[in-house]
């Protein structure tokens, strides 16, 4: 079983559709979440970072982390086609460890 | 802020070839680097961890000797595929946390690699 699972997709959703993406773990020690969004040839680039559960708003996007569940989701409000990449999960026990990371589900937003 | 850079963007050599592949933070100093790679339609693979003034620490089943990482100031690593042969052919890509007060684990990313060894 892999330390952490996410849906590889990919997802396709209209355009201005909510998008629920999920991961789930089995380290209860991780502590800290981040979501990456990568287009294709790019780097990840950092959209959310939450410590422990709870959850956190930024713009359209709102990330939720359930530590009871080992579930972390994160919700992209009034999509766009330019949301179309892959978005990680990642995740982090602390103590500047190294991430680990889902495996990435690729989101289509068709106008 | 917190922005890494990876130069350069694209490779392409000979078998038997070495290549260098810089990675630097730009505005913030990183004492930790990490140096993934990453095959079409899969997740990022780690290949080791590069810390500032000692021997990077290499994931299991990652060649050392192929892959030589030198962390030689709190601004740049450099990753050395010597001897390069077609199935090294990847994305490349850095990461560097700015251990920021608090202890966050955030990774910032590099713009990534590609190396095409022919």
């Known amino acids: 079983q892999k330390e952490v699972e996410q849906d590889p997709g990919p997802l396709s959703v209209p355009e201005g559709a909510i998008v629920s993406l999920n991961c789930t773990y089995s380290n209860s020690a991780f502590q800290y979440f981040m979501w990456y969004r990568q287009y294709s040839r790019k780097g990840p680039e950092l959209l959310m970072y939450?410590?422990?559960?709870g959850n956190k708003e930024d713009g359209r996007f709102t990330a939720q982390v359930d530590k009871s569940s080992k579930y972390i989701s994160l919700f992209i409000r009034d999509s766009q086609p330019s949301d179309s990449a892959t978005y990680l999960c990642?995740?982090?026990?602390?103590?500047?460890?190294?991430?680990?990371f889902g495996t990435g589900t690729r989101l289509l937003v068709s106008p | 802020g917190a922005v890494v850079s990876q130069h350069p963007s694209r490779v392409i050599c000979k078998s038997g070839t070495s290549v260098k592949i810089e990675c630097r933070s730009l505005d913030f100093q990183a004492t930790t680097m990490f140096w993934y790679r990453q095959f079409p339609k899969q997740s990022l693979m780690l290949m080791a961890t590069?810390?500032?003034?000692?021997?990077?620490?290499?994931e299991q089943g990652v060649e050392k000797d192929k892959f030589l990482i030198n962390h030689a100031s709190l601004t740049l690593s450099t990753l050395t595929v010597t001897s390069a042969h077609p199935e090294d052919s990847s994305f490349y890509i850095c990461s560097a946390n700015p251990r920021l007060a608090g202890g966050t684990d955030t990774q910032y990313f590099g713009p990534g690699t590609r190396l095409t060894v022919l």
């Open positions: 990642a995740m982090s026990a602390g103590g500047f460890q190294k991430l680990v």
């Open positions: 939450t410590y422990s559960s």
């Open positions: 590069s810390n500032e003034g000692s021997k990077a620490t290499y």
